[in-house]
């Protein structure tokens, strides 16, 4: 069972990551990219490249400073929305780059690449949604959250807050077209 205090811990740490999840659902505009890259291929390879980097920081973040942040009921609010930033920081740079790929200039049957580039993308950040909806609800009433799951409320509990991300089946495709079409 949890303590007053661990609530309030995690009732502050809810709502820190409640604006992050309201900022991951609202609209975003973007600055165009700088291309040093000529061609789809090219450009395309970058933005995969750059979209794992991106991946690896937040994955980084959220195993690292936030696992802290939730674990440690001691630490201020201010600790909690500083990690919430950074977490902010990360996923604006995932989004920006889903928008690049939106827009990458592409001829002819290129559009299926971009498409699935985009699809792998968003296929990604569905996940980071459905991960931080699941925190979320812990975070709003852990009992509750706890034995919606099966797992009882009783003694030292212990629930999963990592995100686990699965490869999108859109990376298979574009590379079987990549193949095919480079």
């Avoid at 994955?59 to 909690?80: H, K, Q, R, Y």
């Avoid at 929305?81 to 990360?90: M, P, S």
């Amino acid at each position: 069972m949890l303590s007053p205090h661990q609530a309030r811990h995690f009732a502050a740490l809810g709502n820190a990551l409640g604006e992050l999840r309201k900022h991951l659902d609202s609209k975003a505009t973007f600055a165009p990219m700088r291309w040093r890259a000529d061609n789809f291929t090219e450009r395309s390879g970058v933005l995969t490249d750059a979209w794992s980097d991106a991946i690896e920081h937040l994955m980084t973040l959220i195993n690292g400073p936030f696992a802290s942040v939730a674990a440690d009921d001691s630490v201020d609010e201010s600790a909690m929305h500083r990690v919430a930033g950074r977490l902010l920081e990360a996923l604006d740079h995932l989004r920006r780059l889903r928008h690049e790929a939106t827009v990458l200039p592409v001829v002819g049957r290129q559009v299926t690449a971009r498409e699935l580039v985009v699809g792998g993308f968003d296929y990604t950040l569905v996940e980071i949604s459905r991960w931080l909806d699941t925190l979320l609800d812990f975070l709003a009433d852990p009992t509750a959250a706890l034995r919606r799951r099966g797992i009882a409320a009783e003694g030292a509990v212990e629930f999963p807050l990592s995100l686990k991300l699965t490869a999108a089946p859109h990376w298979q495709t574009l590379t079987q077209w990549l193949q095919l079409n480079t």
